[in-house]
């Protein structure tokens, strides 16, 4: 079946430090790639998507390359911010926009 | 800039009762999704919407579930008769179109079941 993995959290880091939360999929055709992000008290938000191999999305300052050899779509950014602290969920669709299925989500707190 | 709402944004309720979680999608969206967080687990499909019909379902979405639109703004979730094992975050979704691959998000609704 369908499925995505998520690096385990809790992430702690330094404000102005490199992120990588690591994402991996399993899937049948060729999904589409996002990244949502859910800050405390809120919804889950959209962060960034790709939709076909090699595609790159940025947001934020935030970056995620849709690599099909590797089935991966690691997040990164290269400084963040205490605003930055939430959990933030890997997530796939196979038929187009339809039915997501979502990591586990990695919590991140960025620290002054 | 529209988004999702739901109501409330925390139930409480005694093992046995029904609920009805409330969603309104973004206005011009024409599919309708809800999903669910146990703490501490993944966020997980249960159901899509469109046309007035259940267009797709997952295996948790048993006879207690059911949905409905009941008006030109409204998605509800019903759970006729809650069980301990309920107790979750639930989200609401919407989707604009068939050319649309983004589903927005509502914020929540935390129900808890005594």
């Known amino acids: 079946g369908n499925s995505v993995t998520q690096m385990e959290g809790p992430v702690t880091l330094s404000e102005e430090a490199f992120l990588t939360i690591n994402c991996t999929y399993t899937?049948?055709?060729?999904?589409?790639l996002f990244w949502y992000v859910q800050y405390p008290g809120e919804g889950l938000q959209l962060l960034l998507k790709?939709?076909?191999?090699?595609d790159k999305g940025s947001n934020k300052g935030f970056e995620a390359t849709y690599r099909k050899e590797t089935t991966s779509f690691h997040l990164e950014k290269g400084s963040v911010q205490v605003s930055d602290s939430a959990v933030y969920f890997c997530?796939?669709?196979?038929?187009?926009?339809?039915?997501?299925?979502f990591g586990p989500g990695t919590r991140l707190s960025v620290l002054p | 800039e529209p988004e999702v709402t739901q109501t409330p944004s925390h139930q409480v309720t005694q093992m046995g009762q029904e609920v009805i979680l409330r969603c309104v999608p973004i206005?011009?969206?024409?599919?309708f999704y809800w999903y669910r967080q146990i703490l501490g687990q993944k966020v997980e499909f249960l159901v899509s919407f469109y046309n007035n019909e259940i267009s797709e379902k997952s295996e948790i979405f048993d006879d207690q579930f059911s949905v409905e639109r009941p008006d030109g703004s409204n998605f509800t979730l019903k759970i006729r008769s809650t069980k301990l094992e309920d107790s979750a975050m639930y989200f609401c979704?919407?989707?604009?179109?068939?050319?649309?691959?983004?589903?927005?998000f509502g914020p929540g609704t935390r129900l808890t079941v005594l």
């Open positions: 790709a939709t076909k191999a090699d």
């Open positions: 206005s011009n969206h024409l599919y």
């Open positions: 979704a919407s989707r604009q179109g068939p050319m649309a691959d983004t589903q927005y």
């Open positions: 899937a049948t055709g060729y999904p589409s």
């Open positions: 997530a796939l669709s196979v038929v187009y926009g339809q039915n997501f299925v």
